[in-house]
């Protein structure tokens, strides 16, 4: 099994527009991050975690031939926006399978009506098979077992998915420690941290260490990352051993 990072950048990405920030004007293409997903596969299956506007250019860069089924971890429009990019794995495969918390599917059929429509559809427009995803609720994608992991961000609950030995979390702020216990000692987690500063509503590093140090996984990534974290060579300096800045179209494989 593979995971490919498709985006490792928090709402605005990296470069924010109009910034003259240091960290937005670097060269080094791991300072440059769109927003956050992930694309976990193998011969047998293809899987992405979250499709926010950046969905179409992570699908053309990745090479990603064929989308079995699409998480959603919340509604937030960074994790969202880019569900209408579909279309070209609905025309080759027909309807799309999404995996959503019951509020985000209703959120999703607000604001794409036309997705969600069973009549008078608009032609050119994709479909999807929606599917609610339950706390406590396993379901499997082509014979893979996915255990959602539940967690706040900040008042809001969202999901993280434990696929076989990987677990991929973000927007994380807090976690009960039962769903904490469901992933310990994993071989890869991929956690949020934003930035050094504290934040309302995501881990910062500090946060974001002290969640791997309770998790103690073989290998951690951290993600969703802002401009304010600094230039990535050099804040990859100050981690732990076993603990990785991710960046965009990173890929690794887990056996």
């Keep these: 099994m593979k995971v490919y990072f498709l985006g490792t950048g928090t709402s605005q990405g990296i470069p924010v527009i109009g910034s003259h920030h240091s960290v937005c004007l670097s060269d080094n293409p791991k300072d440059k991050r769109l927003r956050v997903s992930v694309w976990v596969h193998s011969d047998d299956f293809s899987i992405v975690i979250d499709c926010g506007p950046d969905f179409r250019q992570q699908m053309l860069v990745s090479k990603c031939p064929r989308l079995d089924a699409l998480l959603f971890t919340h509604e937030h429009a960074d994790h969202t926006a880019g569900l209408d990019d579909i279309r070209p794995f609905y025309f080759a495969q027909g309807d799309i399978s999404i995996y959503a918390h019951g509020r985000v599917l209703e959120n999703l059929a607000r604001r794409f009506d036309y997705i969600f429509e069973s009549e008078n559809k608009y ?95 073989k290998k951690a990534y951290l993600t969703h990352i802002s401009h304010l974290m600094g230039f990535h060579d050099e804040v990859q300096k100050m981690l732990p051993k076993n603990v990785y800045l991710a960046y965009d179209n990173l890929e690794i494989e887990i056996k």
Excluded: C
């Design 123 to 217: 032609p050119g427009a994709p479909s999807v098979n929606a599917i609610e995803v339950k706390v406590n609720d396993s379901f499997k994608v082509k014979q893979v077992e996915i255990e959602p992991i539940n967690a706040s961000h900040g008042n809001l609950q969202i999901f993280g998915y434990k696929i076989g030995s990987f677990v991929y979390l973000t927007d994380v702020k807090s976690m009960d420690i039962s769903e904490v216990n469901k992933i310990k000692g994993i071989a890869v987690l991929v956690i949020n941290a934003l930035r050094f500063e504290p934040h309302n509503t995501h881990f910062n590093i500090e946060e974001a260490l002290d969640f791997i140090s309770l998790v103690q996984p």
